[in-house]
């Protein structure tokens, strides 16, 4: 009788052990969570890393690229360059050229055009797999961060291009150094409010897309 009782004291009932099955999954359910959100983070921050290296590339060849545009007559819509990156064989690793198109690494197209003005460059705010507008936000902000900030001194212009919208961007746009007066946005002067601000009252979806103009 005491070896029975000690054995019920020291065991645990089905309702407990129930309980403790259910913590378990509760914190396994937001590891889980917690490991995709920082992945997503840490791919959102290479894929700025690749960008950048991108566009570095490209504009180390913008005379070229002024030249092409002048020798073809290039008309306010400018010249698709996509080709002649790609065969220029200065894509990031874990880039593509397929079909006339450059992808980057998560799959976004990203389009090029040359004008007698510069550069235009448009990158995807995702790769066209439905995301929550918080992503479509944090990809927005660092782009501008990442990107945008660091080459302010060759950005003549950028803003959010919206889906099915013409034109340089009803939603916001900011100048370049050497470009900016006193009456427009500056990246020079640029806070962290001003970027959240742009990227949360410019994006429609994530079919929208950043716009780099160059010189």
């Given at each position: 009788?005491?070896?029975?009782?000690?054995?019920?004291?020291?065991?645990?009932?089905?309702?407990?052990?129930?309980?403790?099955?259910?913590?378990?999954?509760?914190?396994?359910?937001?590891?889980?969570?917690?490991?995709?959100?920082?992945?997503?983070?840490?791919?959102?921050?290479?894929?700025?890393?690749?960008?950048?290296?991108?566009?570095?590339?490209?504009?180390?060849?913008?005379?070229?690229?002024?030249?092409?545009?002048v020798?073809?007559?290039a008309?306010?819509?400018?010249?698709?360059?996509?080709?002649?990156?790609?065969?220029?064989?200065?894509?990031?690793?874990?880039?593509?050229?397929?079909?006339?198109?450059?992808?980057?690494?998560?799959n976004r197209?990203?389009?090029?055009?040359?004008?007698?003005?510069?550069?235009?460059?448009?990158?995807?705010?995702?790769?066209g797999?439905?995301?929550?507008?918080?992503?479509v936000?944090?990809?927005?902000r660092?782009?501008?961060?990442?990107?945008?900030?660091?080459?302010?001194?060759?950005?003549?212009?950028?803003?959010?291009?919206?889906?099915?919208?013409?034109?340089?961007?009803?939603?916001?746009?900011?100048?370049?150094?050497?470009?900016?007066?006193?009456?427009?946005?500056?990246?020079?002067?640029?806070?962290?409010?001003?970027?959240?601000e742009?990227?949360?009252?410019?994006?429609?979806?994530?079919?929208?897309?950043?716009?780099f103009?160059?010189?």
């Open positions: 009788m005491v070896l029975i009782k000690r054995i019920e004291e020291q065991g645990r009932s089905m309702i407990e052990m129930l309980g403790v099955l259910a913590i378990v999954g509760v914190l396994s359910v937001g590891g889980i969570a917690g490991f995709n959100r920082a992945m997503f983070t840490y791919r959102q921050m290479s894929l700025m890393t690749e960008l950048a290296e991108f566009i570095r590339d490209v504009m180390a060849y913008r005379e070229e690229w002024r030249k092409l545009a020798s073809s007559g008309s306010d819509a400018g010249v698709r360059i996509e080709e002649q990156i790609g065969m220029m064989g200065i894509l990031p690793k874990n880039w593509s050229y397929e079909k006339f198109s450059i992808y980057d690494s998560s197209c990203i389009t090029a055009r040359v004008e007698q003005t510069g550069l235009v460059i448009n990158y995807p705010l995702s790769n797999n439905k995301r929550s507008k918080s992503d936000r944090y990809t927005c660092l782009l501008f961060e990442r990107v945008a900030l660091p080459y302010r001194d060759m950005i003549t212009l950028l803003w959010i291009h919206k889906y099915g919208e013409s034109g340089s961007g009803s939603g916001g746009r900011f100048m370049g150094e050497g470009y900016c007066s006193s009456d427009k946005n500056c990246l020079s002067a640029v806070t962290l409010s001003d970027i959240i742009f990227c949360e009252t410019s994006i429609v979806d994530e079919h929208s897309t950043f716009v103009r160059m010189r």
